[in-house]
Nanobody, 122 residues
Framework: QVQLVESGGGSVLAGGSLRLSCAAS????????MAWFRQAPGKERERVAR????????NYADSVKGRFTISQDKAKNSLYLQMNGLKPEDTAMYYC???????????????WGQGTQVTVSS
């Protein structure tokens, strides 16, 4: 139904910045929310940032608040995550996710990208 492809990951030094992109295709017209998740080895998947596509309302995990910014470009069917002030603990695989209904928007997203690796070194 919906395909999501992340890009923009890489390796940076602590304090650096990266901008992740998520390109959506398929039946995207009624996407209700989109989010960025991350998962590091040995840790559970964590929702980093969420965006309600109609209102633009955003939500961030405390661990990234003030450093990361989620945004969208509706015309391009794209989602972005600007990451500033990166820390080694931000190292993880980052995933883009989309939900078609409000109840999905906490953690039960039904569409996921393949992930893009972010590595932050000291």
């Amino acid at each position: 139904q919906v395909q999501l492809v992340e890009s923009g990951g890489g390796s940076v030094l602590a304090g650096g910045s990266l901008r992740l992109s998520c390109a959506a295709s398929g039946d995207t017209a009624n996407t209700y929310c989109m989010a960025w998740f991350r998962q590091a080895p040995g840790k559970e998947r964590e929702r980093v940032a969420r965006l309600y596509t109609s209102s633009g309302i955003t939500n961030y995990a405390d661990s990234v608040k003030g450093r990361f910014t989620i945004s969208q470009d509706k015309a391009k069917n794209s989602l972005y995550l600007q990451m500033n002030g990166l820390k080694p603990e931000d190292t993880a695989m980052y995933y883009c996710a989309a939900g078609m209904r409000s109840y999905m928007c906490s953690s039960n997203y039904n569409y996921w990208g393949q992930g893009t690796q972010v590595t932050v070194s000291s």
